[in-house]
């Protein structure tokens, strides 16, 4: 166990809403990641938050947005849902930057988009 | 485009033999490397992780880089059948706003 956690573990949407995904990090650490995994891909980095800012973001369009709050726990949310964003949502945190420091990952919310 | 290339596999190995995963990445600049196991429909746990040009041990695991060649490996001894996964590779390639790119990751089966 990581001492990661994510909420909810599983859900489905219909194309068109909005979801929020919530993730509490390892105690000590302030970074949190996301990522996207698609069925039979890698996990794909969409942001981080590094003491409640976002610093650094991949290839993600802007309906992708998150928030850290001072307990450095974090959510994602996801607005006009589409077909698409059916996939394993990961949280990640570290005690410092993605990369710099080592991840480790939450057990992941699947999503499905009807 | 920062590139991470794996072999998809399956990957089939006697249980007991060495089991050797390869990672290629193609951004030169690239600085860390981890690998991670991930078991079906669960999330990827961390193995190893590598930032210096040579090997690192760690119990049956021994991570290899090769920075000259963009080439990282991942080899495990005395493979057991719970070592049946899929194994991604991933590269932090520097400037503290990007996180992990990731390889498609490479499925080993350990046949008993």
């Known amino acids: 166990e990581t001492g990661v956690t994510q909420s909810p573990t599983h859900l489905i949407k219909t194309r068109g809403q909005q979801v929020t995904l919530r993730c509490s990090s390892q105690?000590?650490?302030?970074?949190v990641s996301w990522y996207q995994q698609a069925l039979g891909q890698g996990p794909q980095f969409i942001f981080q938050?590094?003491?409640?800012?976002?610093?650094g973001r991949g290839n993600f369009p802007p309906r992708f947005s998150g928030l850290q709050f001072p307990n450095y726990s974090s959510e994602l949310n996801v607005n006009a849902l589409e077909l698409d964003d059916s996939a394993l949502y990961l949280c990640?945190?570290?005690?410092?930057?993605?990369?710099?420091?080592?991840?480790?990952f939450g057990p992941g919310t699947r999503l499905t988009v009807t | 485009q920062k590139e991470v290339e794996q072999n998809s596999g399956p990957l089939s190995v006697p249980e007991g033999a060495i089991a050797s995963l390869n990672c290629t990445y193609s951004d030169r600049g690239s600085q860390s490397f981890f690998w991670y196991r991930q078991y079906s429909g669960k999330s990827p746990e961390l193995i190893m992780f590598?930032?210096?040009?040579g090997d690192k041990e760690d119990g049956r695991f021994t991570a290899q880089l090769n920075k000259a060649s963009q080439y990282v490996s991942l080899l495990i001894r005395d493979s057991q059948p719970s070592d049946s996964a899929t194994y991604l590779c991933?590269?932090?390639?520097?400037?503290?706003?990007?996180?992990?790119?990731f390889g498609k990751g490479t499925h080993l089966i350990i046949q008993p």
């Open positions: 938050y590094y003491r409640e800012e976002e610093n």
């Open positions: 990640a945190s570290s005690l410092g930057l993605a990369g710099i420091d080592e991840q480790y």
């Open positions: 991933a590269v932090y390639s520097g400037g503290g706003a990007d996180g992990l790119t």
């Open positions: 590598i930032y210096s040009n």
């Open positions: 105690s000590g650490h302030n970074t």
